[in-house]
Protein backbone atom coordinates (compact mmCIF):
# COMPACT_ATOMS: atom_id res chain seq x y z
CA UNK A 1 0.00 0.00 0.00
CA UNK A 2 1.03 3.72 -0.60
CA UNK A 3 -0.10 6.85 0.19
CA UNK A 4 0.91 9.80 -1.91
CA UNK A 5 1.67 12.36 0.62
CA UNK A 6 3.51 15.61 0.47
CA UNK A 7 6.46 14.65 -1.24
CA UNK A 8 7.02 15.99 -5.25
CA UNK A 9 6.00 13.63 -7.44
CA UNK A 10 8.83 13.82 -10.65
CA UNK A 11 8.18 12.54 -13.89
CA UNK A 12 10.11 10.11 -15.18
CA UNK A 13 11.46 9.61 -19.08
CA UNK A 14 11.43 5.85 -19.96
CA UNK A 15 12.03 5.59 -23.88
CA UNK A 16 12.14 1.39 -25.20
CA UNK A 17 10.54 -0.16 -21.82
CA UNK A 18 7.43 1.28 -21.31
CA UNK A 19 4.57 -0.63 -22.69
CA UNK A 20 0.72 -0.80 -21.35
CA UNK A 21 -0.09 -2.71 -18.37
CA UNK A 22 -2.88 -5.59 -18.55
CA UNK A 23 -6.55 -4.09 -17.70
CA UNK A 24 -7.18 -5.28 -14.12
CA UNK A 25 -10.30 -5.12 -11.78
CA UNK A 26 -10.46 -2.02 -9.51
CA UNK A 27 -12.55 -0.45 -6.81
CA UNK A 28 -12.40 2.99 -4.65
CA UNK A 29 -13.03 3.64 -1.26
CA UNK A 30 -13.70 7.08 0.72
CA UNK A 31 -12.99 7.53 4.09
CA UNK A 32 -12.03 9.48 6.52
CA UNK A 33 -8.68 9.15 8.72
CA UNK A 34 -8.01 10.13 12.00
CA UNK A 35 -7.48 14.05 11.71
CA UNK A 36 -10.90 13.96 9.52
CA UNK A 37 -8.94 14.28 6.40
CA UNK A 38 -10.81 13.00 3.35
CA UNK A 39 -8.59 10.59 1.61
CA UNK A 40 -8.96 8.60 -1.04
CA UNK A 41 -7.58 4.48 -1.78
CA UNK A 42 -7.39 3.34 -5.13
CA UNK A 43 -7.21 -0.61 -4.79
CA UNK A 44 -6.39 -2.65 -8.01
CA UNK A 45 -7.07 -6.78 -8.29
CA UNK A 46 -4.57 -9.08 -10.37
CA UNK A 47 -4.87 -10.56 -13.60
CA UNK A 48 -7.80 -13.45 -13.89
CA UNK A 49 -4.89 -15.88 -13.90
CA UNK A 50 -3.61 -14.78 -10.64
CA UNK A 51 -3.41 -17.73 -7.82
CA UNK A 52 -5.28 -15.51 -4.81
CA UNK A 53 -8.51 -14.21 -7.12
CA UNK A 54 -10.01 -11.22 -5.87
CA UNK A 55 -6.80 -10.19 -3.26
CA UNK A 56 -5.85 -7.02 -3.62
CA UNK A 57 -2.72 -6.65 -6.06
CA UNK A 58 -1.95 -2.61 -5.00
CA UNK A 59 -3.65 0.06 -3.13
CA UNK A 60 -2.66 3.76 -3.45
CA UNK A 61 -4.16 6.50 -1.08
CA UNK A 62 -4.20 10.47 -1.62
CA UNK A 63 -5.81 12.89 0.65
CA UNK A 64 -6.85 16.61 -0.99
CA UNK A 65 -3.65 18.23 -1.40
CA UNK A 66 -1.75 15.02 -3.50
CA UNK A 67 -5.43 14.12 -5.33
CA UNK A 68 -5.28 18.13 -7.06
CA UNK A 69 -1.57 17.04 -7.88
CA UNK A 70 -2.53 14.53 -9.39
CA UNK A 71 -5.69 16.18 -11.26
CA UNK A 72 -3.13 18.85 -12.65
CA UNK A 73 -0.76 16.09 -14.11
CA UNK A 74 -4.32 14.37 -15.63
CA UNK A 75 -5.14 17.56 -17.53
CA UNK A 76 -1.52 18.33 -18.74
CA UNK A 77 -1.40 14.84 -20.44
CA UNK A 78 -5.16 14.51 -21.09
CA UNK A 79 -5.37 18.63 -22.50
CA UNK A 80 -9.32 17.73 -23.60
CA UNK A 81 -10.62 17.25 -20.80
CA UNK A 82 -12.63 19.94 -20.00
CA UNK A 83 -14.05 21.12 -16.11
CA UNK A 84 -17.71 20.95 -15.96
Same mark, same amino acid.
Given at each position: ?? !? ?9 ? /? ?15 ? !? ?18 ? /? ?22 ? /??? !?????? /?
Amino acid at each position: MA !FIGKSNGSAME /KVNKTRVHHEVEWTYTV !FKDDQLNTILQIDTYGKGSR /KMQGKISQSIQMDRESALRIQSII /KST !FSDINE /K
